[in-house]
């Protein structure tokens, strides 16, 4: 099975709410990414955890807070977001951070509207 | 540094025509390539990818690219074109430095469209 789930699919919030993403793999893989895609873009990285533990923080705003509670689990909490961080946030895995022919596998995404 | 460029962000084929999407690459090493597929409100699946066995790499769906060191790039083709091949493609390279080795950059995208 390779699939990587993501939930809620839709999520609207207001600038003042408080909300949490969740990506789930069941693959026994270490990697775990969260990325940003605005319509007509390329993905781009947010965060990468390696582990359990952060390794790469693409100089994310701390309005988004990652977090991975186990090997299969990845969260993105988000607080005081703005309207520009609307977007489709895709979660993905692979086997491990660092092997330049792994495979990512990616989630079918949280479609977020911020209002 | 290592960067992918996508030429043309809309290619359009009627069905059964040859599909060719382009990637170019740079690298100052031996690239790892990766061809992605993302239908509508979907996250990416991977067509192909490239990690120097085969100059020539089949993926899914009838999709095939070829990697020409020579010309620096790894096109992606596909001989007869479906509607459901109507999609956006991005071709992506695999990070070669220490701190973050593997990491994906990836290009712009290129939107195929499939007349009917």
């Known amino acids: 099975d390779t699939e990587v789930t993501q939930t809620p699919k839709h999520l609207v919030m207001g600038m003042t709410n408080k909300k949490s993403l969740k990506c789930e793999q069941h693959m026994g893989h270490r990697a775990m990414y969260w990325y940003k895609q605005k319509a007509k873009k390329p993905p781009e990285l947010m965060f990468v955890?390696?582990?359990?533990?952060?390794?790469i923080n693409e100089s994310v705003p701390s309005r988004f807070s990652p977090e991975c509670p186990n090997s299969s689990l990845l969260n993105l909490h988000l607080h005081a977001l703005q309207p520009e961080d609307s977007a489709l946030y895709l979660c993905?895995?692979?086997?491990?951070?660092?092997?330049?022919?792994?495979?990512?596998?990616f989630g079918p995404g949280t479609r977020l509207t911020v209002l | 540094a290592q960067s992918v460029t996508q030429l043309g962000s809309h290619v359009s084929v009627s069905e059964g025509a040859l599909v060719l999407l382009r990637c170019n690459y740079s690298?100052?090493?031996?690239?790892?390539l990766f061809w992605y597929v993302q239908y509508p409100n979907q996250g990416l699946q991977l067509l192909l990818k490239y990690t120097s066995a085969a100059t020539l790499v089949k993926g899914i769906n009838g999709f095939e690219a070829e990697f020409k060191k020579s010309e620096t790039s790894f096109h992606l083709t596909k001989p007869s074109a479906h509607m459901s091949d109507a999609a956006e493609y991005f071709c992506?390279?695999?990070?070669?430095?220490?701190?973050?080795?593997?990491?994906?950059?990836f290009g712009r995208g290129t939107q195929l469209t499939v007349w009917p």
């Open positions: 955890y390696s582990y359990e533990k952060l390794s």
């Open positions: 992506a390279v695999s990070d070669d430095r220490g701190s973050t080795l593997g990491r994906l950059y």
């Open positions: 993905a895995s692979s086997q491990e951070v660092g092997v330049r022919t792994d495979t990512q596998y």
């Open positions: 690298s100052s090493v031996p690239p790892y």
